[in-house]
Every structure is written in C-alpha cells, then in structure tokens.
C-alpha cells in the first residue's frame, strides 16, 4: 500500500540513495542544484511515497528568485525537482499523482510561479510550458532549453532575459511563512 506523507528530515539519506538510484550520482553536476545549494526544499509541498515503510518516490520543492536580467528586479518562485519515481514501481501512476497532489497544494498556498528543469512530454500534462520565447538561464551561465513553467494568469510574464537564482535561507523559510493569494491554473 502507498502512503504519501511530508517530506521529513529523517528521510534526506532515503531520498538521496533513491535519486542515485534513479538519476546516477553525477546528478549533483546539473545546473538546477546550484539553486538548492544551502536551501532547505518547501517542507509543506514535499512528499514523499512510502510503500511499507520503504521510501519509493520523491517530489521536492525549493524558493528561488527569478532575475530581470534587463530590469534588474527579481521575483520569487518555485522550482519542482526532482521527481522521481523507484524503477520497480514506475509507469503505475505514482510520479503523476504526486505531481497533481503537490500542485494543488502549492495552489491552495498561493504560489504563482512553478518551474522545473524537465521533459516537456511528460510535465505538459500538468500543465508546464516551455518558458521560450523568455531566454532564462541557469547559475553557471548555461541555456535551460528544458526549462518549463506553471503560472497563474495574474502575475506578470516571465523576464524576457532573466537568470534563475538560488534563494539565502531566510528568504527560502520566509517564503513559507507569508502565505499568497491563491491562484487558478
Ligand atoms: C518520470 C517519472 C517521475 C514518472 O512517474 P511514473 O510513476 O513512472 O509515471 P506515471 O505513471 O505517473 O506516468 C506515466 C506516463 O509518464 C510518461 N513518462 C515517463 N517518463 C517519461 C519521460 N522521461 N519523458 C516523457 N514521458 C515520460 C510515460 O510515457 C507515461 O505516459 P502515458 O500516461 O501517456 O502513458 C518516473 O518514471 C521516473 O522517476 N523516471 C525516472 C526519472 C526520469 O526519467 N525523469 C524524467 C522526467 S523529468
């Protein structure tokens, strides 16, 4: 039987042995982890799937800043990953529903802004863009040409040229704290 539950912190070496397990250990070496360097993820949207007490899945969440590169003004967001599901029980449903649930949660806190470094195939169904024609880069200067994004209506668009910046940590636990209005993707 699977059990959805937050994240824990007795849970992070699980997690860790699973996305080695799922992504190999050069994982580390991708771009979107220089935005969680340090960063605590959202304990309210990440979950975890336990089956029998064994850890199986994974979802994560992290504050991040997007930067107006042409502005020079920043805004806050949220960035998914990584997600990942055990090879014995993928394909059954369960990266899905752990996608839909954490959205719905991340909607009911009010945050406007979800993005992802991913495959477009699989996160359209929830509902992720491409960010083109925004150029966004990543820390360290590369293209994030598998950079998707979920936002409401009501915020502005994305910076025409902007860079994804990793959050201090009062920033990324102050995000917690303030809940936003809600919004409808
Ligand atoms: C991707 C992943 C999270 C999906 O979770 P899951 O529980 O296995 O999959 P679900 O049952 O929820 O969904 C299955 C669907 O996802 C699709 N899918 C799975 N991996 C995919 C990928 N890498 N790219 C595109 N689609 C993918 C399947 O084709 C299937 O599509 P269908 O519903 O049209 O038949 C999981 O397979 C996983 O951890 N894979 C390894 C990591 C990975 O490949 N990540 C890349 C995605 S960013």
Redesign the pocket.
Known sequence: MFTFDNERVSDEQDINLLLDK??GDNRLEKASYALRAGVDPVPALSTVVRVENRLA?TIRFWPVMVKDLILGSSDEALLL?P?????A???????????RQSLAKANAAGFERIL????A???A?FGFVPVLPSFITLPGGRDARRLLVRQSARVSSLPAVGRLQPVGHQTAQSAIASPKPAFAV
């Open positions: 799922v992504f899945a990953g997600l990942a599901v055990d090879p029980l993928q394909g059954s449903g369960v990266g899905s529903a752990l996608v992802l470094v991913g495959e195939d699989y996160y169904r």
